[in-house]
C-alpha cells in the first residue's frame, strides 16, 4: 500500500500491523491500555460521515478529523466514541515506538 510505504517505521517494522476498523453509526470503546510500551498506533479517520470520531489518551481528549493523522501511545489508557449518520472506516497502523532500537 502506498500510504503505508511513506511510513518508513511502519512499514519496515516487523512487530507492526494495520488494519480498517469499521465504524458503525454509534460506537463506544471502553477504557483500556495496550499490552506494551513499545508500540505507536496512528489513527487515520478515511471516511467519516458528519458526526463525532473522538479519542481520549490519559487526560487528553481529541476530535478526530477525515484525512488527518493522530499518534498516540498505546500504553496510556484511551477510549474512543464514535456518533455519526453512517458508517465510517479508521485505518489503524500500529508500528515500533520510535525511541526504541531494533535491538531493545
Not at 60 to 72: A, P
Request: net charge positive; charged share 25%; with cysteine.
Amino acid at each position: 500500500c502506498d500510504l503505508i510505504a511513506e511510513f518508513v517505521s511502519a512499514a519496515k517494522c516487523r512487530r507492526g500491523e494495520t488494519r480498517i476498523l469499521y465504524l458503525p453509526t454509534s460506537l463506544h470503546i471502553p477504557s483500556h491500555v495496550g499490552p506494551t510500551n513499545t508500540r505507536l498506533r496512528a489513527l487515520l479517520p478515511l471516511k467519516l460521515s458528519s458526526g463525532s470520531l473522538r479519542v481520549r489518551v490519559a487526560q487528553e481528549t481529541k476530535e478526530l478529523q477525515k484525512e488527518k493523522m493522530v499518534v498516540i501511545n498505546d500504553s496510556f489508557e484511551q477510549e474512543v466514541w464514535y456518533k455519526g449518520n453512517k458508517r465510517s472506516a479508521l485505518l489503524i497502523v500500529e508500528f515500533w515506538h520510535l525511541d526504541l532500537s531494533e535491538t531493545k
